[in-house]
């Protein structure tokens, strides 16, 4: 397995917590061997940054690596692990930009980035030719910001819409399939799920609903309540509306009005 870790910090220099964390570094190990055995992959005194994780892709094939210097940005390097003395492909280098591979179809990557699109965009890009100009919008930047996930072999796109959350599904090609109907005004979350699931669980809360799971089926586009937290009043005696109103330099504001029914 691949893991994240700093050198053990040096007593003599005093306190532990001052110690140089500035070379974080991804480890590979062996099971059932020593890890003094462990081999650096990435970080470490040739690439000195501050934070480092890798993850293996769902097909085994590929090694997705991000580093970052803050809590903003991030860079983001793939290496193919049936090539182990290939180099890594810089994918992103820009620490002040965000990118987040997100699904791959064998080297085929689709990854979320704000880069060219500060409410975000999802696009794909072949191994074989990474660079910017060879990126394909496959979710563009729109109006609203975007976040986005996969499952199911499917995109799911999550938008902050008037302070609530808004949800689209598109297939890998970026056609819309549907806007998915949420049990009401609130913020779902969870979108996400391994490439052959059927189904994905989300997260829906609003004014009146505690946190709440449902089921989702990919193919039908169907929710069904999976749990609720038992608390004490029905959800269901309440109302949630949204209404707009204008601000003076004519601004529209919105609002949220809950009541008994």
Same mark, same amino acid.
């Given at each position: 397995?691949?893991?994240? %870790?700093?050198?053990?910090?040096?007593?003599?220099?005093?306190?532990?917590?001052?110690?140089?964390?500035? !070379?974080? /570094?991804?480890?590979?190990?062996?099971?059932?061997?020593?890890?003094?055995?462990?081999?650096?992959?990435?970080?470490?005194?040739?690439?000195?940054?501050?934070?480092?994780?890798?993850?293996?892709?769902?097909?085994?094939?590929?090694?997705?690596? +991000?580093?970052?210097?803050?809590?903003?940005?991030?860079?983001?390097?793939?290496?193919?692990?049936?090539?182990?003395?290939?180099?890594?492909? !810089?994918?992103?280098?820009?620490?002040?930009?965000?990118?987040?591979?997100?699904?791959?179809?064998?080297?085929?990557?689709?990854?979320?980035?704000?880069?060219?699109?500060?409410?975000?965009? @999802? @696009?794909?890009?072949?191994?074989?030719?990474?660079?910017?100009?060879?990126?394909?919008?496959?979710?563009?930047?729109?109006?609203?910001?975007?976040?986005?996930?996969?499952?199911?072999?499917?995109?799911?796109?999550?938008?902050?819409?008037?302070?609530?959350? !808004?949800?689209?599904?598109?297939?890998?090609?970026? /056609?819309?399939?549907?806007?998915?109907?949420?049990?009401?005004?609130?913020?779902?979350?969870?979108?996400?799920?391994?490439?052959?699931?059927? !189904?994905?669980?989300?997260?829906?809360? %609003?004014?009146?609903?505690?946190? +709440?799971?449902?089921?989702?089926?990919?193919?039908?586009?169907?929710?069904?309540?999976?749990?609720?937290?038992?608390?004490?009043?029905?959800?269901?005696?309440?109302? +949630?509306?949204?209404?707009?109103? /204008?601000?003076?330099?004519?601004? /529209?504001?919105?609002?949220?009005?809950?009541?008994?029914?």
């Amino acid at each position: 397995f691949y893991y994240s %870790s700093y050198d053990n910090p040096d007593k003599a220099e005093g306190s532990q917590l001052s110690s140089k964390t500035f !070379e974080h /570094k991804l480890l590979y190990h062996a099971l059932k061997t020593p890890q003094s055995e462990d081999k650096l992959i990435f970080g470490g005194s040739k690439r000195p940054t501050r934070y480092v994780g890798g993850y293996v892709t769902e097909d085994q094939r590929f090694l997705v690596v +991000t580093a970052a210097q803050n809590t903003s940005g991030n860079q983001v390097y793939i290496k193919d692990i049936n090539n182990p003395d290939g180099d890594f492909v !810089e994918i992103q280098g820009d620490y002040l930009a965000r990118a987040d591979i997100i699904h791959n179809e064998r080297s085929k990557f689709f990854m979320l980035t704000n880069i060219g699109a500060p409410n975000y965009r @999802v @696009v794909s890009f072949d191994l074989s030719q990474p660079n910017k100009a060879d990126w394909v919008d496959v979710i563009p930047e729109g109006k609203n910001v975007l976040d986005a996930a996969s499952g199911g072999g499917k995109l799911f796109a999550s938008y902050l819409v008037d302070a609530k959350t !808004e949800v689209k599904q598109f297939n890998t090609e970026g /056609k819309l399939e549907r806007t998915i109907t949420l049990p009401g005004i609130g913020t779902a979350s969870g979108f996400s799920a391994d490439e052959y699931d059927k !189904e994905l669980y989300f997260s829906f809360t %609003s004014f009146t609903d505690p946190p +709440t799971i449902y089921k989702y089926d990919i193919d039908s586009g169907k929710s069904t309540l999976y749990r609720r937290p038992k608390v004490d009043f029905n959800p269901d005696d309440y109302v +949630t509306e949204q209404v707009f109103y /204008k601000s003076k330099d004519g601004t /529209k504001v919105p609002m949220f009005i809950v009541y008994k029914k």
